[in-house]
């Protein structure tokens, strides 16, 4: 097994991105693999360096630690992402979109049922001459035709999952008007280069697996296992955020003398240990059994921090 953890740096790590972290570093050191670190800072406006180099830090901190001697960033890999770009482009897979956001979103857009909006292949129907007069006024994205076909897996997690990648997804955004290219072609070269063959990540990416598969499989990577897990939200029942102040690294690690509270927290939401008890990440590892992981999203209290003191 090769685990690996993807934060994307757009801010100080907060406390969904740790328990992310530590839940796929326990499967992957559980099963004797190896456990990879990348930074997905695709986009150098949102993800500055210096929020990059504070997850290394961060991540030391409480132990977890990464068996890759070079970290991936993904703002280094253009020219990778670049031939795997035009291998699906040779494939015919690919075509501009001029959409704007608000042609996107209008009021009758078909939505998936997490809500993300379908895309309707507009801009695949456009013949060559209207594609050159768009390309004057507007820069185009780049969408990857996604066909009418279902993706099944069996998520370590939630178990068997089915998508219909024309009706869960429609065509694919693989790169940005600005030239940046997706999180959807990014993360599958990357995954498939590196060797990962177990990803641990938060629920809210369930559905991504999906394109994520087909992508893998058109590029000749074996897919990994899938393993998603329980979202943190607070006591209104929103997904806990970096906004939510007691949850940012930087302010836990101010109150803390070392991790060992918060380790101890996030193996008790975890499921692994009845009361919150301190603990090392290296403790926590032969305890560890992904079955106890609870099957539904995680309430975290505004006040959780003031027990860990
Ligand atoms: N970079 C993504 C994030 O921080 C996670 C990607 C993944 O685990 O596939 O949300």
């Known amino acids: 097994m090769t685990g690996r953890f993807a934060p994307s740096p757009s801010g100080r790590m907060h406390l969904g991105n740790i328990y992310t972290a530590l839940a796929a570093w326990l499967c992957a050191k559980q099963s004797g693999g190896d456990f990879f670190l990348r930074i997905e800072d695709l986009d150098p406006m ?7 180099d504070l997850i290394l830090s961060d991540l030391e901190w409480l132990g977890i630690t990464w068996d890759n001697p070079e970290v991936p960033y993904q703002s280094d890999r253009t020219e990778i992402y670049e031939q795997y770009y035009q291998k699906l482009y040779k494939e015919g897979l690919l075509y501009p979109c001029f959409c704007s956001r608000a042609q996107l979103h209008v009021a009758d857009a078909p939505h998936a049922s997490d809500g993300r909006v379908v895309y309707t292949g507009t801009c695949r129907r456009l013949t060559a001459e ?35 990648l024309a009706r869960d997804w429609g065509d694919i955004i693989i790169r940005r008007s600005d030239g940046v290219f997706a999180y959807q072609l990014a993360v599958t070269i990357d995954d498939g280069l ?18 994520q598969i087909y992508l ?6 074996q897919p990994p296992e899938y393993f998603h897990l329980p979202l943190l939200i607070t006591q209104e029942g929103a997904r806990l955020a970096k906004r939510d102040k007691a949850a940012d690294l930087g302010f836990l690690r101010q109150q803390l ?25 290296a403790e926590l590892l032969p305890l560890f059994d992904d079955k106890k992981i ?7 209290p505004g006040d959780y921090w003031e027990k860990l003191l």
């Open 194 to 211: 590196m060797g990962v063959s177990q990803v641990v990540r938060g629920s809210d990416l369930l559905s991504s697996a999906a394109p």
């Open 130 to 164: 209207e594609i050159r007069e768009k390309e004057k006024r507007r820069s185009p994205a780049t969408r990857c035709i996604l066909p009418d076909r279902e993706i099944c897996f069996t998520d370590g997690h939630f178990g068997l999952q089915v998508f219909n």
């Open 46 to 52: 949102r993800c500055p360096r210096s929020f990059a």
């Open 216 to 221: 893998f499989q058109t590029f000749g990577f």
């Open 294 to 300: 609870p099957g539904h999203d995680i309430v975290i």
């Open 257 to 281: 003398a070392g991790p060992e509270p918060l380790i101890g927290y996030l193996a008790w939401i975890l499921g692994q240990i009845n009361k919150p008890e301190p603990m090392t990440a």
